[in-house]
């Protein structure tokens, strides 16, 4: 059973339009979620945590969790060509202590 | 990553050849982790590390080894019995708290020749 699960695109998104990238794990003790943004290439960089049901934001991102349904999402308004990367979603799964990582979703955002 | 060192960039194996690869933290970080990512895929977890002079198993550590002797060094040596070693090899730093997020170095890319 696959324990972090994303859609591996692309998804290709006009420029300055909203990105809506998605995430579930299988883990419903889990309590933290991250978000990284991967450059083809590059190591991953974390944009946004979240611990609490409901949206955080930051800058240009938003990320929105939902617990009962087990999924994240990561919203990136007024993407911008630059945004065109991998972004990869973990989850601290409470069983065993660990970070697991879905295998990513490719975004291209369209100039 | 600022704070973390991985050397080399590039490494290049020979058949039946032992490499090490090196990590290096001064982000006073108790954690480290190694990861393998091939093409398309994700993260797999190889061993990780959350006090000096212990370590753990990760999902994929036949054919690989580590050592914690240092709080800043964690290096990783792909043995010869790591029959398919190539990929892009990622270590991460974090504090023992897995609700705490990992933060990466900037990896090392491994070959056969």
């Known amino acids: 059973q696959k324990e972090v699960e994303q859609n591996s695109g692309p998804l290709s998104v006009p420029e300055g339009a909203i990105a809506s990238l998605n995430c579930t794990y299988s883990d419903r003790g889990s309590q933290s979620f991250f978000w990284y943004r991967q450059y083809s290439g590059k190591s991953p960089e974390l944009i946004m945590f979240?611990?609490?049901?409901g949206d955080k934001e930051d800058g240009r991102f938003t990320a929105q969790l939902n617990k009962a349904s087990q999924y994240v999402s990561l919203l990136i308004r007024d993407s911008q060509p630059s945004d065109s990367a991998t972004y990869l979603c973990?989850?601290?799964?409470?069983?065993?202590?660990?970070?697991?990582f879905g295998k990513g979703t490719r975004l291209h955002i369209l100039p | 990553d600022g704070g973390i060192t991985q050397s080399p960039k590039y490494l290049f194996r020979k058949e039946g050849q032992n490499v090490t690869l090196s990590c290096e933290q001064n982000?006073?970080?108790?954690?480290m982790y190694w990861y393998r990512q091939d093409p398309g895929q994700g993260l797999r977890l190889i061993y990780y590390s959350q006090i000096v002079n212990d370590f753990q198993k990760g999902d994929i550590a036949e054919g690989y080894s580590v050592s914690r002797e240092k709080k800043e060094s964690f290096p990783l040596t792909v043995t010869s019995a790591q029959k398919n070693p190539t990929a892009f090899y990622l270590c991460a730093t974090g504090t023992a708290n897995s609700n705490q997020p990992q933060h990466f170095g900037d990896g090392t890319r491994l070959s056969i020749l």
């Open positions: 982000l006073n970080h108790d954690a």
């Open positions: 973990a989850a601290e799964m409470n069983r065993d202590d660990k970070i697991i």
């Open positions: 979240i611990y609490s049901n």
